[in-house]
């Protein structure tokens, strides 16, 4: 579906649009509308390519408190809340301990450093460099996500679109969630709309409320508050329980 766009290397993208502080807009789409964003893109987007690859797989375990605040401060839209991951890329095995929370007026603001430890819990010292408002030895591991990432680049606004498929969540107890005809396609930009929003809302796609960690742990847990995600989770995961393994 990229063939029309043109690569760019991964030093490139770094060096363009690092983008660790951002405004982020997400798109949850059906799997057969992406190929129309894609081709209205052509001209205005590079994707990366790495190798001839353009499709990369990744792992994302998320940990939380015993309590869940993490979780919690999301749901119920605290304005100081904060996430805590370790993010492994399939296809090089680089893997980074990142910590995402939110800035002034909206914006996202993201701190990682690589990571050599286990998943199972956090390497004393891995956070050390990274603020979090919690004891890091209180953190253990409550979701994994797993997709395959294409990553955009938009020379004219420097800004970063990625779509996210073969999305699936996992708890430690084995249950999964698959939604393979759902695609996450997010717009991150240092400041207003980029061209790929204008594309989507000109296409009839409006931003919703998704989190890969709140909206996943939300549809596996049902015993959790998940009034921020309700709709969402109506809208396109109207088949959850159905799609559970145990």
Not at 33 to 58: E, K, Q, S
Not at 63 to 78: I, M, Q, V
Not at 134 to 156: F, H, Q, S
Not at 172 to 177: A, H, P, S, Y
Request: aromatic content about 8%.
């Amino acid at each position: 579906m990229t063939a029309g766009l043109e690569p760019i290397g991964l030093d490139e993208l770094v060096a363009q649009a690092a983008l660790l502080t951002r405004v982020d807009r997400k798109y949850l789409l059906p799997a057969d509308r992406l190929p129309r964003v894609l081709h209205g893109l052509a001209g205005a987007a590079r994707v990366l390519d790495i190798d001839g690859r353009r499709r990369f797989g990744y792992r994302s375990d998320y940990f939380d408190t015993p309590g869940l605040d993490s979780y919690l401060a999301a749901a119920h839209r605290r304005r100081r809340r904060c996430k805590v991951r370790v993010r492994t890329y399939l296809d090089t095995g680089g893997r980074y301990v990142e910590v995402k929370t939110r800035g002034p007026r909206g914006t996202t603001v993201k701190e990682r450093v690589q990571y050599r430890g286990g998943i199972d819990h956090l390497s004393a010292g891995a956070l050390d460099s990274i603020h979090v408002p919690w004891d890091p030895e209180l953190l253990r591991p409550v979701l994994i996500t797993r997709y395959e990432r294409t990553t955009l680049y938009l020379p004219a606004s420097g800004g970063r679109v990625t779509v996210d498929a073969a999305l699936s969540w996992h708890l430690d107890d084995g249950t999964t969630l698959r939604v393979p005809d759902r695609v996450i396609v997010e717009t991150k930009a240092a400041g207003g709309a980029c061209e790929a929003d204008r594309l989507l809302w000109s296409l009839g796609h409006r931003p919703c409320s998704v989190s890969k960690y709140g909206t996943g742990l939300a549809a596996l847990r049902p015993d959790l508050p998940a009034n921020r995600w309700r709709s969402t989770l109506r809208r396109h995961f109207p088949s959850a329980p159905s799609n559970r393994e145990f």
